[in-house]
């Protein structure tokens, strides 16, 4: 049993990751009903790799030095106990990202990327979400045509923790904003923020 799953896809030389799951409870394989409890906007899937490179269906993934899909976790596990609240069974954080080429250089991944004609999307950014938090990075010009579709996910309740302003900023980024990576945040502000979420359903 494990909390990690993701798809993991070979084009060429590239290794693309979709669908990335966090369960709070483990599970030993993915049911259809599963549904997500919110989802975080990263930029890019780093370190973590499948644990079985010929199969490019949902199956668990391996962390190896990725850091941020278990203190994402840590942080969600966090703000339903602050709420008083049990994760559901089957619930899952989803795992979105600006673009979804593995690679832990996040400037040599835009250089790929840019190579790259058509790039693959993730289905996972049609679902709904009761929350978001973003977790890319500054909003600048070379993020920014990777960005602009966020803008359409199907979420009332977006924040994220801007490092300019070192406040929880409950709503999506925008030009000039900071979403602080989970490397380095302050944690409570954020775990109490999305507490009061959950607690209101």
């Not at 596990?77 to 593995?102: H, T």
């Amino acid at each position: 049993m494990t909390s990690y799953w993701a798809k993991f896809v070979t084009n060429g030389q590239n290794l693309f990751r979709f669908d990335t799951r966090i369960y709070l409870h483990p599970v030993e394989r993915c049911k259809p009903n599963d549904q997500p409890i919110g989802a975080v906007v990263g930029k890019n899937p780093g370190s973590a790799r499948p644990s079985d490179a010929a199969n490019e269906k949902l199956h668990e993934l391996e962390l190896a030095n990725d850091k941020l899909l278990p203190t994402v976790r840590s942080i969600v596990a966090r703000a339903y106990s602050k709420a008083g609240i049990e994760p559901p069974d089957g619930g899952y954080v989803q795992v979105l990202n600006l673009f979804y080429l593995c690679d832990k250089r996040f400037g040599h991944a835009m250089r790929t990327i840019g190579r790259i004609p058509k790039l693959p999307s993730d289905k996972s950014e049609a679902r709904h979400f009761p929350w978001i938090m973003y977790l890319w990075g500054e909003r600048d010009d070379a993020k920014a045509p990777y960005m602009v579709r966020f803008g359409r996910l199907d979420s009332d309740r977006h924040f994220y923790f801007d490092k300019n302003r070192n406040r929880v900023v409950p709503s999506a980024p925008n030009r000039g904003s900071f979403a602080k990576h989970t490397q380095g945040m302050v944690l409570e502000p954020v775990i109490k923020h999305l507490a009061s979420l959950i607690e209101t359903g």
